[in-house]
């Protein structure tokens, strides 16, 4: 495996040359003959059959690589810094002379450099994380969007993208049960951003500039921020960079009697002991499926607790949103949803959109605005078609003015999948969770810690017989089973060609993470993870 | 025009449909025969065969895309609400029953409903705003990484990604003739964000906590932050992000002589002033080529006059960084830029890295990490390789944990091109502007207002004479100059076929903005949009 770069020349920066009227590439002597022409554009770099040329490529390899996936390790044996080590420092000064021209060397080297020193999140065995689940049309969504490459950060700048995101975040909020209180069909509307970060974000900086309104600018400093001690941490990022003290983010304490859900009581209990000591209840962030054991929030009796103190409430869905498509999964979960403020989940995670296509929905859109909306001096652009309309400027809606246009790829899993399609989508997903939640509890070693909700199962392997009963040594037990359940994830880890699957400490437990959500993962894929994990655990347990 | 999404069927939410452990869509006799099949998996979704059809396809009606785009209007002649009206208001059910899939006739659809609704900004007569710059490269880097979709937010959720970036990076920031205190191969370092926006805000509050750190967190409200009246409005959004007082954001105010740069001497003058009244100086946002008359302030003496105070000082380059590949043009833009603490540009502006791809580089790294970083308390994934090592995990140094594996097109960008092939690219705009500009010089009815610096024109229809001759009445021949020019870029817009150009009002100056950008333009295209300028020009002073 050579890398082709190496072949590559280093920038070389020649300070003489100066910008010429009439060819300042024919002007310097030391540009070889074939580069020698003098262009009169840019417009060969967009060519249309050099476009479709490659493209054509580009599609191969990435069908080849689908073709393939199971091939790789999910997880590379890679050591920090082997690919710093294998690319040359500067950029190269002129592309590789190649007959195919440069684009096939580098795709060439993507197979040969890059890919195997990627962590492939399609893999059929990628059970670490939560997905960022990839379809033929989110896949194609976005290329289609990179190709047409429009900005639509106003109406003006793009009317169709525009709109399209509005359909498409009323259709999402509809097939996910959401209330007409969220959609753009009653009185509220929703957009589509990057990530949960920035969901999260707005949505906080929207409530503590409508709060700050009334108590007083200067009262930053007394705001308070709710969430568990399972909220993800974006949650804690969104506050620290909105100006909320660290001191002033409450991260209530779960436990695994409730399923590391938040408790209503402690919640109201928390809120009330900071309005007495004169601080003020801002922003609380409920939970629909955790990120480390998909747990979920009371939305409901939340709400009830938040409302006496005026907080707004943000429900985020990151993974589990996806999960609402199913009115069976949906019933639940999103109990009391009417009354929240703002709600975000991640189309891009479970719900084929590919990454990223973060969905919030807000009840009062103009509070997002109002906060941060940005007025259009700098570009007189107004359309006049639009004049009189109340037209949506997503720009003012957003972190960000420039943004993608998302909407086509999540108009297309629609178009393509249907409602119907997403479901069984994600039930086949929960089914086969629900299968290896299974051979795990038929395996008495072993024990499923926090009930299965969505396709994510936390199991672990029960500590030893004989530290089992040292009777009140519990600190001990947990330390050790801890210390062997950590073994076993490394191990099977490990495996050439086995599964990847993560862990996490909850409530002092170490728990293993067996999340089922790859699009290519099937029932097979799940039964030879636990057969790796049941021979790991054989292999650790006999030494 | 059919939309052929009235075919589609609305959402039909079956309440009673449960999920069933052995095959749920069976269950339900609602579903058609052709549905029936209980899937084993989705699998089906990313089929690698049915990928490679689709994406045939796909990759065919992009560069057909490209070889009509000239046919489209820049701008469309829509109203508000043109597609939500044409649109179902509730997501398919089914996909479409098509012989071919759903996916021909959605595509069918974005050609005939979507793609007529949309500004073109890949058009060669995009003129209006800064371009998002396509490129064969571009666009295949964003494909690939789409196909790929991995999540590299760690190291080890994607070394090969996270390395990748830190390259290309250091590439980029080098081919700029940054300085080596912002790159890795010197003491700092690079990410690839989103958006200026979010770049701008990393930087702000990287400098907010460094200096309450300093000075305790009570006094955020004295933190000000400096600008001037031509800083783009993402600072005014970071900062109100970022729970800086709105009172506390200073735009100071340029002119004309100063060709709208900030003068040092405000700057200095602002920060005594603030200082002097017990306030906290706390950032500055430097514009090199701001965005309605692309003005460079001048880095290294806004620099040392930010110095005695202690403020962080971030260069804003989203469009004219692209630039600083030619040497000519880097030469005097950055004078002085070794000291600042932070730079950004948007490679996906003007240099073919397709949205969105915003690059930021700050002296030190760990600043952004102290407020910006997270534990990896959640998922316990630490990867044994890594142990020890100094790894970067880019969620640290971002507003987002989620992150795309954008270095890829970068990386292929450099590779396909190579730095030469850049500034050809580069200066192949400049030379057309440079002629647009040399054609409204050589009309008097004309003006240039401010100094061509890269390859936007400012320019305006003179007051008629009359106007003019009535002495002193300055104020009243601006306003009928401005109504004028107003006029004159509505019938510019307006014309079929015709090139879509942008205003500005910069010191109460109405002025025409003609920005060569797009990939695609050629110098006919910059001939015949000041044939229409003229044209129409002609028809209104005549009238």
Redesign the interface.
């Not at 990057?194 to 920035?198: M, P, R, Y």
């Given at each position: 495996m050579a890398p082709a770069?190496s072949k590559?020349h280093a920038?070389t920066?020649?300070?003489t040359?100066?910008?010429n009227?009439s060819c300042?590439?024919a002007s310097n002597g030391a540009?070889e003959p074939s580069?020698a022409k003098c262009?009169?554009?840019?417009?060969h770099?967009?060519?249309?059959?050099?476009?479709?040329r490659?493209?054509?490529k580009?599609?191969?390899?990435?069908?080849?690589?689908?073709?393939g996936i199971a091939d790789y390790p999910v997880?590379?044996?890679?050591?920090?810094?082997?690919?710093?080590n294998q690319?040359p420092?500067?950029?190269?000064?002129?592309?590789?002379d190649h007959p195919d021209?440069?684009?096939g060397?580098?795709l060439q080297?993507?197979r040969d450099?890059?890919?195997?020193?990627?962590?492939?999140?399609?893999s059929?065995r990628h059970f670490?994380?939560f997905p960022?689940s990839?379809?033929?049309?989110?896949?194609?969504g976005?290329?289609?969007a990179?190709?047409?490459?429009?900005?639509?950060f106003t109406?003006?700048?793009?009317?169709?993208?525009a709109?399209?995101e509005?359909?498409a975040v009323?259709?999402?909020g509809?097939?996910l049960?959401l209330p007409e209180s969220l959609l753009f069909?009653g009185a509220g509307g929703g957009t589509l951003l990057?990530?949960?970060?920035?969901a999260i974000?707005c949505a906080l900086?929207a409530a503590?500039?409508r709060k700050l309104a009334d108590i007083g600018?200067?009262r930053?400093?007394d705001l308070v921020v709710y969430g568990s001690d399972q909220t993800?941490?974006?949650l804690?990022?969104a506050a620290?960079?909105?100006?909320?003290?660290?001191d002033r983010c409450r991260e209530l304490q779960t436990c695994l009697a409730d399923m590391f859900a938040l408790s209503p009581a402690a919640l109201s209990a928390a809120m009330d002991a900071d309005a007495g000591a004169g601080l003020v209840p801002l922003f609380l962030c409920a939970t629909v499926g955790t990120?480390?054991t998909t747990a979920v929030d009371q939305v409901g009796a939340l709400c009830a607790a938040a409302a006496p103190h005026g907080v707004w409430v943000h429900v985020d869905a990151a993974y589990a949103g996806s999960a609402l498509v199913?009115?069976?999964?949906a019933r639940d979960a999103i109990d009391g949803i009417e009354v929240v403020d703002s709600f975000s989940m991640?189309a891009?995670k479970w719900l084929?959109a590919?990454?990223?296509c973060?969905a919030l929905w807000v009840k009062q859109p103009k509070l997002l605005v109002v906060?941060?909306g940005?007025?259009n001096?700098?570009?007189?652009?107004r359309?006049?078609?639009?004049e009189g309309?109340?037209?949506v400027d997503y720009k003012d809606w957003a972190?960000?003015?420039?943004?993608?246009f998302r909407a086509?790829k999540l108009?297309?899993v629609?178009?393509?999948?249907?409602?119907?399609?997403l479901r069984?989508?994600i039930?086949?997903?929960?089914?086969?969770a629900?299968l290896f939640e299974g051979l795990v509890k038929d395996d008495p070693r072993f024990e499923v810690v926090t009930e299965r909700r969505f396709a994510l199962v936390c199991f672990r392997l029960r500590a030893p017989d004989q530290l089992m009963d040292e009777g009140n040594e519990k600190k001990k037990t947990t330390a050790a089973a801890n210390e062997l359940n950590r073994r076993l994830?490394?191990e099977v880890n490990g495996v050439a060609l086995g599964p990847y699957m993560?862990?996490?400490?909850v409530g002092g437990i170490?728990i293993l993470?067996c999340a089922v959500g790859s699009?290519?993962?099937?029932?097979r894929h799940v039964r030879q993870a636990w057969e790796v994990v049941q021979e790991r655990a054989t292999s650790i347990l006999r030494g």
């Open positions: 770069s590559l920038i920066d020649d300070k040359q100066q910008q009227s300042p590439a540009i580069n262009a009169a554009s840019s417009n770099l967009l060519d249309a059959d050099e476009f479709r490659q493209g054509h580009v599609i191969d390899f990435i069908a080849d690589y689908y073709a997880h590379p044996s890679v050591t920090p810094g082997f690919l710093l690319l420092a500067d950029p190269p000064s002129r592309p590789e021209g440069a684009f060397p580098a080297d993507v450099v890059i890919l195997p020193g990627m962590t492939h999140w399609q059929p670490a994380h960022a990839s379809s033929v049309a989110g896949v194609l976005e290329a289609l990179a190709g047409i490459n429009a900005v639509p109406w003006a700048a793009s009317p169709a993208a709109e399209l509005m359909v009323d259709w999402l509809k097939a049960h069909s990057g990530t949960s970060c920035e974000l900086v503590r500039d600018t200067d930053i400093g993800h941490f974006a804690r990022k620290r960079i909105a100006g909320i003290r660290h990120t480390q199913c009115p069976e999964l991640n891009h084929l590919n990454t990223d973060c906060s941060l940005t007025q001096e700098e570009l007189i652009l359309d006049a078609a639009a309309h109340d037209v972190i960000t003015l420039t943004r993608r086509l108009w297309l629609f178009r393509c999948y249907g409602v119907e399609g069984e989508h039930r086949a997903h929960v089914r086969m629900a994830l490394r993560s862990a996490a400490v170490y993470r699009t290519l993962t099937e029932e």
